[in-house]
């Protein structure tokens, strides 16, 4: 029962929900192949052996170098017709969700999406889809062939098996129609320290801040810890912090070690896009606020006396 | 420029959502509405028709009902409506609703077809890139702008890592966020002149879509069970008395944190 498993990568690195899930597909089936398309990415398949594959497949080609989806579509729908594949995964992000789109059309095969878990019942693979606002857990399967997945980002963890994997290079060519969307300029962060999505701690800001120069006090505390900021939907349509750390159903779904809430509210907007943290840390000075039911430590107080001393006592915890 | 816009009821946002037990769908018997992701693929279509002049069409696939959901399309602006609704067409994933949205969308012919966001009944996110494939139509996604200009698409959209800055001729395939704009309510006078648009249903049959490759039949997944999620663990509440900062200081070194 071959599985693929689509390995995205930005800035010469593999993505972590790209390796998580190809950790996870290793432990489910003996025979897990993973598959690189891009530009210079054959120095990556080392990277995903280590985290499961026997195989990797390197689609290497400069035209193939813009992260767009439907070049990969063919890339990918070639491979799994001639592999045999019956199994293709993917580590959700705006990239590859279009991606694995696009090769369920192409190949008729199902596509369950924002997955948390995946398992095997006998030969079945059984995923767990979180539905109505995460109150409820749906198990779903597939009824054709390609089975296609998307994990929720941050919900599976890469483990470091220390395996090696055999390198086979593939036919990267594309056709013509795929080729019609061209990138004029390609993202790059924007912001200092990690990705949000690929952060072990989140220190985010919410309305409760009062005002779009008080983000400064959520900066520091997040450089004190070394991790990355987030914000709120209604902070980010307010202009006080820009839309890439936006975290919430319009967002970004990130599931860090720990996350630090900074006079956010909880609303569900936001809950589904951070409730997988490690551990939630909450500071609102509304006792009623609905984030001090699903997180670990709450505090009740204001944070423009809490936020700098906290800052201060990590600073200084990190300079012993 | 002839613009399709795709959109789909969704159970109105204030009445309680639930999951069928028997039928692990969601119940959607209750009042519809217009996808609210949806309204800014519309606004967007609008707005660029009435700048350089054109047409705006809604195509939906849902139940007969939802010509009413659509008719706030046609309030809002938008020239007409067609409905895919079709009893074998229930059920849908995403592989059968794309074979049934492109082949209504290939009788369109638009040069531009535009989603919105996301369903907000199944928080699905992917639509468009199916049906850009079996189109054959090269897709842009996330879409923060869009400029329509010498037969090209130039999209400014939003990813992980910051902004892309993506073309596409035309025809394409363009998925909007909510970012791009903010939709219009429809005036009193829309929505008298909504009753006069034209509003077409049409049957699988008409598309030349076989009952079995729509609806449950056509789907290539499965719902097998509902279950309830894990619960949260403890949650510890303190008032900040002064100490808070070195409550949560000594909180995060026990949890090994930091």
Redesign the interface.
């Known amino acids: 029962m071959p599985t693929l498993v689509f390995t995205e990568h ?1 800035d010469g690195e593999p993505l972590r929900p790209s390796l998580g899930v190809l950790s996870k597909a290793a432990t489910l089936w003996d025979d897990t192949a993973a598959v690189l398309v891009g530009s210079d990415v054959a120095p990556l398949a080392e990277r995903a052996g280590a985290a499961g594959a026997k195989t990797v497949y390197v689609a290497d080609d400069p035209a193939l170098g813009d ?4 070049p990969r ?1 063919d890339v990918l729908a070639r491979l799994v017709a001639d592999k045999g594949f019956d199994t293709v995964l993917f580590g959700a ?3 590859a ?10 190949l ?7 997955l948390v878990d995946l398992r095997l019942d006998g030969d079945d693979l ?1 995923g ?1 889809r ?3 606002q ?11 062939t390609p ?1 296609i997945a ?1 994990v929720r980002s941050g919900t599976l963890e890469p483990v470091e098996t220390g395996g090696t994997a055999s390198v086979e290079e593939i036919d990267a060519s594309v056709d013509d ?1 795929s080729r ?11 912001s200092e320290g990690p ?3 690929e952060a072990e ?1 989140i220190v985010a800001g919410g309305r409760g801040l009062g005002k779009p120069e008080n983000f400064a006090l959520v900066e520091e505390l997040a450089k004190a ?1 070394g991790g990355a900021v987030g914000a709120t939907r209604a902070v980010v349509d307010a202009g006080w912090y820009p ?2 750390s936006q975290v919430g ?2 967002g ?1 779904t990130v599931s860090p ?2 996350y630090i809430a900074c006079g956010i509210s909880g609303a569900i907007q936001h809950k589904v896009g951070m ?1 997988n943290a ?2 939630i ?1 909450a ?1 609102n000075k509304d ?1 009623n606020a609905p984030i ?11 944070l423009h ?3 700098p ?2 800052t ?3 600073r200084s ?1 990190r300079g012993a | 420029m002839k613009v399709a816009v795709c959109v789909k009821e969704v159970p109105e946002s204030s009445a309680p959502r639930r999951i069928d037990p028997t039928t692990l769908r969601l119940d959607r018997s209750g009042e519809g509405t217009l996808n609210p992701w949806d309204l800014s693929a519309l606004e967007e279509g609008l707005r660029l028709v009435e700048a350089g002049g054109g047409e705006v069409v809604a195509v939906s696939m849902g139940p007969e009902r939802a010509a009413a959901s659509l008719r706030k399309a046609l309030a809002m602006g938008a020239d007409r409506a067609v409905l895919v609704a079709d009893d074998a067409a229930a059920g849908a994933d995403l592989v059968a609703t794309s074979r049934v949205l492109a082949k209504a969308l290939e009788r369109e012919g638009a040069d531009l077809v535009l989603f919105g966001q996301q369903g907000s009944d199944s928080d699905g996110a992917v639509l468009w890139a199916a049906v850009a494939d079996r189109l054959r139509l090269p897709l842009i996604s996330q879409a923060a702008t869009l400029e329509i200009a010498d037969g090209k698409a130039t999209v400014r959209r939003q990813t992980e890592y910051g902004y892309d800055v993506i073309q596409a001729p035309l025809p394409c395939v363009v998925a909007v966020s909510d970012a791009i704009n903010e939709p219009r309510y429809p005036s009193l006078k829309g929505i008298m002149g909504a009753k006069k648009k034209p509003q077409e249903t049409i049957a699988l049959g008409e598309l030349g879509v076989p009952a079995d490759e729509a609806g449950e039949a056509g789907s290539g997944t499965v719902v097998r069970e509902l279950k309830q999620p894990p619960p949260r663990g403890e949650t510890l509440v303190i008032e900040d008395d002064g100490s808070a900062a070195q409550r949560i200081a000594d909180y995060l070194a026990e949890q090994k944190l930091v």
């Open positions: 930005h992260p767009l989806p439907q579509v992000s705006v990239l969700s279009d991606v694995a789109a696009g090769l369920a059309a192409r008729e095969g199902g596509l369950n999406w924002d059984v767990t979180p539905a109505l995460d109150t409820i857990h749906v198990d779903v399967g597939w009824s054709s089975q998307l129609w019609a969307a061209t990138m004029a300029e390609q993202a790059r962060a924007e990705s949000i999505e701690v810890l839309y890439a159903q319009t970004k070690k720990l409730q490690g551990t840390v500071i006792r001090f039911d699903f997180c670990d430590l709450g505090v009740v107080g204001d006396e809490i936020l001393k906290l201060e006592l990590m915890r």
